[in-house]
């Protein structure tokens, strides 16, 4: 079985460009999972601020209600 000289480059050339294709496309994907990590770490924490707010707003509203009901039957 003979390979051919034209073969060898042809091979060894696109190989290298599939190789630099790669690369360059787990990088981006690295990156990319990177930041959508950082989004999700983000959005979490924007939650949990907004969750605190709303039982905040919740124990304000019951303490003016109680406070409400205490002066109407003084």
């Known amino acids: 079985m003979d390979i051919s000289p034209v073969l060898v480059p042809l091979v060894g050339t696109l190989s290298g460009c599939a190789m630099i294709v790669g690369i360059v496309a787990i990088i981006f994907w690295s990156k990319t999972r990177t930041r ?15 969750e605190r707010y709303l039982k905040e707003k919740e124990l304000e ?7 409400a009901s205490g002066q109407g039957s003084a």
């Open 61 to 67: 509203i019951q303490r003016l209600r109680a406070t």
């Open 36 to 50: 959508e990590l950082e989004l999700h770490r983000e959005l979490r924490m924007r939650e949990m601020e907004h």
